[in-house]
């Protein structure tokens, strides 16, 4: 079974994001869609061993309104998992 990232909410700046099946290690990043850029000051460890669990990301002030998505990457850096399209307003 593939991991997958489930639910996304968003409030106050933080990015609340449910998954199954992630890897302890895994890094989960906020990619803008249009231009494909990932970025790294969104970047957050899974630490929990548990297969079903959620993680926060606080956005810095300095991203922009736009779509985006998360992805995941697998201790070895290759993709893991991904998201569905978000807007941040």
Not at 3 to 19: D, F, H, Q
Request: hydrophobic residues 45%.
């Amino acid at each position: 079974m593939k991991p997958i990232i489930n639910s996304i909410e968003i409030e106050n700046r933080v990015i609340v994001a449910k998954y199954r099946r992630l890897m302890v290690g895994a890094q989960v990043v906020l990619v803008e869609k249009a231009s494909g850029r990932q970025l790294s000051e969104t970047v957050t460890r899974v630490a929990s061993p548990v297969p079903v669990g959620a993680l926060r990301i606080r956005l810095p002030e300095a991203i922009e309104p736009g779509t985006y998505f998360l992805r995941a990457l697998n201790g070895r850096g290759e993709d893991a998992a991904q998201s569905v399209d978000f807007e941040i307003g």
